[in-house]
């Protein structure tokens, strides 16, 4: 042990014009960390002690339940093919070639590597299950690193990951996780929420990220005060009021009306004399999806219709998509799928997909708040003009009804009706429910009692402990 004059401890009296969040100008300010580049800090010695106590508290509960590795950070491309993941994993993957050109990434996470080991040391059902862990730095190529260790690029992680014989040995393992999670923040001292979470990139049947509210948080976490109900904006559902569907003008058949100019929700339900919520709004995106026929890449329209005063969530679409990238169409894709410009678009008068295994026709989704609505109003399709008297499932046959929309403040729990509240908050751990997901797509296999082969479930989870 030191004396206090013999430490190094570089105290600042302001803190660094670019500390935002009071963690980080506390922790720079205390001498406990010190900024190398954007998103990549070292620990001094105060933030590297905070950093082993916390280290221990993960190490003494996961040892509860699991056996502790060391992984390698360098991982080579066919790994990650193997599972699907190279290509969707996108631009937040640090990719690099070595000497001889093969090429190599820096771990963001380690499914891959733990699924490789298991295919090839887990034989038989003698041998499961079994929860490995570890301790070690990840790499995300994060596009705007800040708020000091909320967003790096280089940060330490505990993750674990298990094989299971059956789905049932899955909800004990995944319940295991679930329970030494709680204890680890408990023990942190820490008051925090557990809520229903979007797997993302990671996949599976389930997820709950474990959340503290705090103004510095970038995650959205809509919870009920009333009872136990909570989950992340991209998860999150409500109970909708009613709403008051407009009488039938004419004979109830979808009328023409001139709408000139007008191509904006609010614009044209202003110039309609109607709510916003009678409105259909359309938003026409290309999805990128592999060709069954040539292997390769297509683009495929994708069109969404949702209630005119919602807004869309990106996490539910991919859900619904299948994990498929999308983007909005251009100009000429427009006019080519509807015949018009934007701002006039409409379901009518198109031959849509009629179920999600169709591959040829565009997807129709339709949010399910316009599910049993009537007499809506939508556009034309022609330039300067709507519709009135549109009906979901009468004039027009969605592909499929898929809850898309961005839960809002104040509407009702589905559990209990009571108000919801919206808070920023960080994400302190996350567990998933991977189901086959890995175990599968690399082809992990291991004998049952009779001598057979089986597929075997797998559930991983993660937390970051740059969290602070």
Known sequence: ??????????????????????????????????QLAAGIYSYLFLGNRSFNKIIAIVREEMDKIGQEFYLPALHPRELWEASGRWAVMGDNMFRLKDRKGADLCLSMTHEEVMTEIGRKELRSYKQLPQIWYQIQSKFR????????????????????YSFDMDAAGLDVSYQKHYDA???????????????????????????????????????????????SYAANLEKATSKLASVDDLPAAGDGNPIEVHTPGMKTIEDVARFLGVSPKNKIKTLALMANEPDSKTGKTKLRPVVLLLRGDHQMNEAKLSTALGGRETRPMEANEIEELFGSPAGFL??????????????????????????????????????????????????????????????????ACPNCGAPLRIDTAVEIGHIFKLGYKYSESMGARVLDKMAKKLRRSWAATESESSAS
Request: contains cysteine; aromatic residues 8%; proline residues 5%.
């Open 181 to 227: 999670y709680c204890r680890i923040f408990d023990r942190c001292g820490l008051e925090y929420m557990v809520v229903e979470a979007h797997s993302g990139a990671m996949g599976g049947s389930q997820s709950h990220e474990f959340m503290v509210r705090t103004p510095a948080g970038e995650d959205l976490i809509v919870s009920c005060e009333s009872c």
């Open 141 to 160: 190529d994060e596009a705007r690193p800040k708020s000091g260790l909320l967003r790096v690029r280089q940060f330490m992680m505990k993750d674990s």
């Open 346 to 411: 409409g379901p009518i008068g198109i031959t849509w997909a009629k179920d999600l295994n169709d591959t040829e026709s565009p997807l129709l989704l339709v949010d399910k708040a316009l599910e049993r609505r009537k007499n809506l109003i939508a556009g034309a399709n022609k330039e300067d003009y709507h519709l009135k008297n549109v009906t979901p499932s009468r004039n027009f046959q969605p592909t499929v009804y898929v809850d898309l929309r961005n839960v809002a403040a104040g509407e």
């Open 1 to 34: 042990m030191h004396r206090w004059s013999e430490l190094f401890i570089p105290t600042l009296r302001e803190a660094p014009a670019d500390a935002e969040v009071a963690s980080h100008k506390f922790l720079v300010r205390a001498g406990y960390i010190r």
